[in-house]
């Protein structure tokens, strides 16, 4: 089993080629729910939908969140009723956060209802919120601290970012299945998808027990570059590196994850960071990492894979 | 001004009827709310939307429910979540119940929610809930006692009627609307619309203030008949009128209401019932009261303020 560490469209897509790779019973993906917020009094899971709608292959591509063939009658009609439109919901979307809501309400547990909706959706592989607790990523900016979707949606990553924040976190244990794949032996490895480092994956690592697994050694960590070229793939992840003094490079991706990742799959137009990489004690794999499509996705994973075993087999 | 009781279909024709008739400030519909629930976590004031989508010219004239051109990608992707699909929700349909929802658990009170939906849809007349208290018709059935909805929708009005209870009516007060129009002299009258007389007119009259102020006489009291030909024109009334041993005609309802009208229009297919309305103290306007344009709903309301204005006139 291996599990693989998920937010947003990166982490959907690497997912997706993990599936494509490893049989139902090989692979859980864990995903972030720091993004996670309450709007018009429903539930919504931006990151867990985003990883569910991909691996079910029903993503809006074009967007990266929401799914395709969508049509926004409820949201027209919000409109016109006065009520707040700047959080885009679909009408087949809907459906989930309302359904999600409601089992919440009843005493469902995220981690169940998750699996519940991926069942349904015919999803094989195991889809898994990183915990069940309420957890949510608050961003220190030059306009004041900011709740997660007021900063990425609402004000479109526009304010300058100076640190993090993750609400819950201290207390915030892993979901169940979660923790049942960081008993001793559980996993074989751990993949750290090319999420955003600090809005995906670092409310993920802010829960304690996964941190201290992963600060444990007892299984090797891969990790896939977000940042190609010193751009981010998709999002703000190479502005919050400059907002934070951070070199905008996989090398600043590196030396943010530091000792807890053993091994890197960096794109070939990075190739010339591979020594940097290597003398600071990683292994590294060197690849097309641009996953714009089901087969890119699978060839990456392929390669995640085969160095996470490669580093393996040297311990 | 005049004031309408209003609860489904019937109603609203009527009142939309009377919308044509008379200005927007001569005219306030009163609304059921008896029938409203809790549903996927969504408060539904099934009585007040027909209204407003009557009034609004927005409503599905087949269904008697909902919106015309509707569509019905959340319940389709509900139903493949696993969730309740029993009671149907269009996409545009649900902005009314998500937005008014959330406005509740805000602390805004149901009359002014429906007054600002009312004003963003463009209708003129003042919509307004019966109150702004919980009030929820139970019906006693040989199947037990059931939520109105249970019977209603999810039972079809199967099971066979033995009676009536309206869970809050003891503490409810009329809405501060409904209130302002219950003063000395606010009214010149009052028209009880063709909708069922238990199911939507009875949780309005469980009103105390508001059925103080029909037993006080200070205005006439006309009503529509809603049974034409010993039928119900729409919905279960003349099922309800034979499980509870009442003669299914339109002098059964006229009996039903006895004292709290004083001037009837009936259908000119029950125009053999005449004398004895006549003979029981009530006045009454025969004409062809199926509403089944706007322009016959307007004749019909027309009639009934004529009536009104009679009755008046001979106090």
């Known amino acids: 089993m291996i599990l693989a560490l998920a937010g947003g469209v990166g982490g959907a897509r690497l997912a997706s080629g993990?599936?494509?790779?490893?049989?139902?019973?090989e692979l859980a993906v864990a995903v972030n729910v720091g993004d996670d917020f309450e709007h018009l009094g429903l539930s919504i899971s931006p990151d867990l939908d985003t990883?569910?709608?991909?691996?079910?292959?029903?993503?809006?591509?074009?967007?990266?969140?929401?799914?395709?063939?969508?049509?926004?009658?409820?949201?027209?009609?919000?409109?016109?009723?006065?009520?707040?439109?700047?959080?885009?919901?679909?009408?087949?979307?809907?459906a989930v956060?309302?359904?999600?809501?409601?089992?919440?309400?009843?005493?469902?547990?995220?981690?169940?209802?998750?699996?519940s909706f991926c069942a349904r959706l015919g999803i094989a592989h195991a889809v898994l919120p990183v915990t069940d607790a309420p957890l949510r990523t608050r961003v220190n900016t030059d306009a004041g601290e900011l709740a997660f979707q007021e900063y990425f949606v609402r004000r479109r990553?526009?304010?300058?970012?100076?640190?993090?924040?993750?609400?819950?976190?201290?207390?915030?244990?892993?979901?169940?299945?979660?923790?049942?794949?960081?008993?001793p032996g559980a996993i074989e490895g751990l993949v750290i998808c090319p999420s955003n480092p600090w809005l995906s994956i670092a409310p993920m690592l802010a829960v304690a027990r996964l941190r201290a697994f992963l600060e444990s050694k007892q299984a090797p960590v891969v990790a896939v570059s977000p940042i190609v070229a010193g751009s981010a793939v998709k999002g703000p992840a190479a502005k919050i590196m400059r907002e934070l003094g951070i070199e905008t490079s996989a090398l600043g991706v590196v030396r943010h994850y530091g000792a807890l990742v053993d091994g890197w799959v960096i794109d070939k137009l990075d190739a010339a960071l591979e020594p940097a990489i290597v003398s600071g004690g990683c292994a590294?794999?060197?690849?097309?990492?641009?996953?714009?499509?089901?087969?890119?996705?699978?060839?990456?994973?392929?390669?995640?894979?085969?160095?996470m075993r490669r580093i393996a087999g040297t311990r």
Chains 1, 2 share one sequence.
């Open 97 to 115: 956060h309302v359904e999600r809501t409601r089992r919440l309400r009843d005493g469902d547990v995220l981690s169940a209802i998750t699996a």
């Open 157 to 183: 990553c526009e304010p300058a970012v100076s640190g993090f924040r993750f609400d819950g976190a201290d207390t915030a244990g892993p979901s169940a299945p979660l923790a049942q794949l960081l008993e």
């Open 18 to 25: 993990l599936a494509l790779a490893l049989a139902p019973g």
């Open 284 to 307: 590294v794999a060197l690849t097309d990492t641009i996953m714009s499509s089901p087969d890119k996705s699978r060839r990456v994973a392929g390669e995640a894979i085969s160095l």
């Open 51 to 94: 990883v569910m709608y991909t691996l079910a292959g029903m993503q809006n591509p074009e967007t990266g969140w929401g799914r395709a063939g969508e049509t926004w009658h409820f949201m027209e009609t919000l409109a016109r009723l006065g009520g707040d439109i700047w959080f885009r919901l679909g009408d087949r979307d809907l």
